[in-house]
């Protein structure tokens, strides 16, 4: 048999109707059969085959040549039902699937909110891990610093230990601290509330998302097929370009799984609104007292804050099931009373009522609002209130956009927003029962006088005026006033200064962002690793596209991390200066500073009608809401795109001589390998195909065991 035949029969023993491969063997063996000076053959490694041309030594065409013969003007796109319906079973669609376990928790009427969450997710992996390394190291900071007064020995213990686990399952909604009557300290100093601090945890662990059948069908589901797809690619056709497919494609989605498995143990709500409900749900006990001596008094003066905050997710039902149980722990009656408790006879007499009311200290977030400064406290009839005011201090829009953001959309997805706001509350509520907890060790009364060790001394003895409780929890202050020494509550903002962040805050920051990188760089990588080493070597479409998914991702990260920082820059500037009016107005009877200024220019969003703002503040809100727009834009084509990318793979769009020429690494002096088998080709693939699995494994390991690590004792 003579060389030209031997070459003819080996082109057609690779002739195939079903495959792109297979058709262009076929035009190129007419095409060599027609021409005995075709000259378009490559060995191996690209180079040229010289005459006589040995069919030992044939292995693909030269990128020219395929564009002549195999283009898309001549074969287009070689759809393959097999080929697409075995990827697709095998792992598009179950790991697919798999992205209905990732948390949403938006609102049952959030269709945005709930499409974003999806899109941050699938868009940026470094973005979702990023929200749940921070959730998961808070979690672990707050546990750690309230490991002290959560000790048996301690006077707070009990109070201390549910208001950690509240805290640490309340960052996925945005949560603002108030004075309100005098509701926060009351519900620390109070005995009367241990009970309902009781039932608060109960109802948020109660409600917290668990481990369910559905959940572990769909990981098991996902993963054996990526399992079974990695033994039968290096079983039966290791090499080839259709197993390097199917293994990349695969690989590319296992940040899923410790993804999922990190939010399970770090813990979320099941459903949105559970923890407006759980607030909501039990009355708390206030101390509405007379103040005991004009010390505690001061007059004409009022604080001001805005009533409380509603959301529309506080209206939302329970799942079906769970009430019989949450009526089993919030059984109490709901009628108020009250209580008139006899004033301890140590200090001037005095009447003290605790009413049974809603909580006013933890309150859900408005989308465009701040919560009215606090500017000098007012005692009515000797209680403490907050006044209703008359307008809401409305943040106006930039740009038609909100300037928070996500900061005030509930959702896991979004705890990346709340890094500044959900720190601020945990720490101001750890100083206050910090503060409390001393005092009582101390054995101080509310004069901070300190009580004789043969007297009995307890929470039950602190009976006095709002303002000395308030006072006792480090939550007010003495100050000089025209009638001489009186309290006043101290200011809660609800965005703290940057000189409040103390390092261990930065250092969570960065410790987060180096996960966040290691789960989506360690599993995109181990996918591009596969594609590009696959033969023929080089940047082709398939590790293009994932190397462009993978920095999209991570631009989008970084961009949405910018936007939060400009956020709370511009939000720390209007808090000051919604302070500055308020205590303009409020605290000095004057009304050089009118808010209606700024909340008329929220209707299109433009600011330069008000000259209040300097053009710094312009700047910041304007790089909040342009770096926000963007991320979220990025997030959701880098979404869109990698879903399609993956089927573009499957339906053979991926399938022609620019790809498979790696065309962007080698240009015009590409190849194409068409005659070899995948025996041949094995022995190249096995140390990056094997490679790459295990790194994917190990990155997908390590993260699951760094989030078990730091989650282990969550709920202890």
């Known amino acids: ?118 899109c941050y997710a699938v868009g940026s992996p470094m973005l979702i ?65 241990d009970e309902w601090w009781e039932k608060l ?75 407006a409900r759980a607030l909501k749900r039990d009355m708390a006990n206030v101390l509405e007292g007379y103040p005991s001596s004009d010390h505690d008094r001061l007059d004409n003066t009022e604080i001001i804050r805005c009533d409380t905050v509603t959301d529309s997710s506080t209206n939302a039902q329970f799942p079906p099931g769970h ?39 933890f309150k859900v977030a408005k989308k465009r609002k701040l919560m009215r400064p606090l500017a000098k406290p007012s005692i009515t009839d000797g209680t403490m209130r907050l006044e209703p005011p008359s307008s809401d201090f409305n943040i106006p829009n930039c740009l038609g956009f909100s300037i928070s953001g996500d900061e005030k959309q509930e959702g896991p997805a979004f705890n990346y927003a709340r890094i500044f706001t959900w720190w601020n509350m945990a720490s101001r509520v750890h100083r206050a029962l910090q503060e409390a907890d001393q005092r009582l060790m101390q054995r101080l009364d509310l004069d901070l006088k300190r009580v004789p060790r043969d007297q009995e001394f307890g929470k039950q003895n602190l009976k006095g005026s709002v303002l000395s409780i308030a006072r006792y929890c480090g939550l007010a202050h003495e100050i000089q006033s025209p009638n001489g020494p009186a ?31 290691f789960l989506q760089w360690g599993i995109i990588g181990a996918a591009i690793i596969i594609a590009y080493l696959t033969e023929v070597t080089g940047l082709g479409c ?35 200066i919604q302070i500055q009016a308020g205590s303009s107005d409020c605290l000095y009877g004057k009304r050089d500073y009118d808010a209606r200024t700024l909340a008329s220019t929220g209707g299109g969003g433009d600011f330069r009608r008000s000259k209040k703002l300097a053009l710094g503040h312009q700047i910041l809100r304007v790089c909040a809401v342009l770096t926000r727009i963007l991320g979220r834009t990025l997030a959701v084509i880098n979404a869109v795109f990698i879903i399609l990318s993956t089927l573009w793979e499957l339906v053979g769009f991926y399938n022609n001589c620019w790809c498979d020429s790696t065309y962007l690494s080698k240009g015009m002096d590409g190849w194409i390998l068409l005659f070899l088998k995948p025996s041949e080709t094995a022995q190249v693939a096995t140390a990056p195909w094997a490679g790459s699995v295990i790194l994917s494994v190990s990155v997908a390991a390590i993260s699951c065991g760094v989030f078990w690590l730091y989650c282990r004792e969550n709920q202890a």
């Open 487 to 517: 309290l006043e509550p101290k200011q809660i903002k609800e965005h703290p200064d940057w000189n409040e962040l103390d390092s261990a805050f930065y250092q969570r920051i960065v410790v987060a962002v180096i996960q966040g990188l």
């Open 1 to 118: 048999m003579s060389q030209m035949e031997d070459i003819i029969v080996k082109i057609k023993s690779f002739e195939d109707n079903g495959t792109w491969m297979g058709k262009c063997a076929s035009n190129l063996q007419e095409a060599f059969q027609n021409s005995p000076d075709f000259n378009g053959f490559v060995n191996r490694a690209g180079e040229p085959l010289t005459r006589p041309l040995s069919a030992q030594y044939l292995a693909g065409i030269n990128y020219r040549t395929c564009a002549e013969y195999c283009g898309f003007s001549q074969l287009g796109t070689i759809f393959s039902f097999e080929i697409f319906s075995s990827g697709a079973t095998n792992y598009l669609l179950p790991w697919l699937a798999l992205t209905a376990q990732l948390p949403f928790e938006t609102g049952e009427n959030e269709i945005l909110a709930n499409v974003m969450s999806f």
């Open 201 to 275: 945890r109960a109802s948020v662990l109660l409600t917290r998302r668990g481990v369910t059948l559905s959940l572990v069908a769909q990981i098991l589901v996902a993963v054996l097929s990526w399992v079974l797809t990695v033994i039968s690619v290096f079983q039966s056709s290791l090499g080839s370009a259709a197993a390097a497919l199917a293994l990349s494609s695969g690989t590319l989605w296992v940040w899923l799984v410790p993804v999922i498995y990190g939010w399970i143990v770090v813990g979320t709500q099941r459903t949105y609104g559970t923890i």
């Open 323 to 361: 009430e019989i149980e949450l009526e089993r722990i919030h059984n109490e009656a709901r009628s108020s009373r009250t209580i008139v408790s006899q004033p301890p006879t140590n200090r001037q007499a005095s009447t003290e009522q605790i009413i049974e009311g809603p909580q006013k200290a």
């Open 542 to 576: 398939r590790s293009g596209a994932y190397i462009l998914y993978g920095v999209v991702g991570t631009l989008v990260f970084f961009l949405l991390f910018l936007s939060s920082i400009f956020s709370h820059a511009a939000m720390l500037r209007h808090e000051k």
């Open 129 to 193: 891990t990023y929200s749940l390394a921070t959730t998961m190291l808070n979690r672990h900071w707050l546990r750690a610093r309230f490991q002290e007064l959560e000790g048996s020995d301690r006077a707070l213990h009990p109070t201390s230990k549910n208001a950690r686990v509240f805290l640490q399952e309340s960052q996925q909604l945005p949560l603002r601290l108030s004075q309100e009557s005098g509701s926060l300290a009351s519900l620390i100093i109070l005995p009367e509330n």
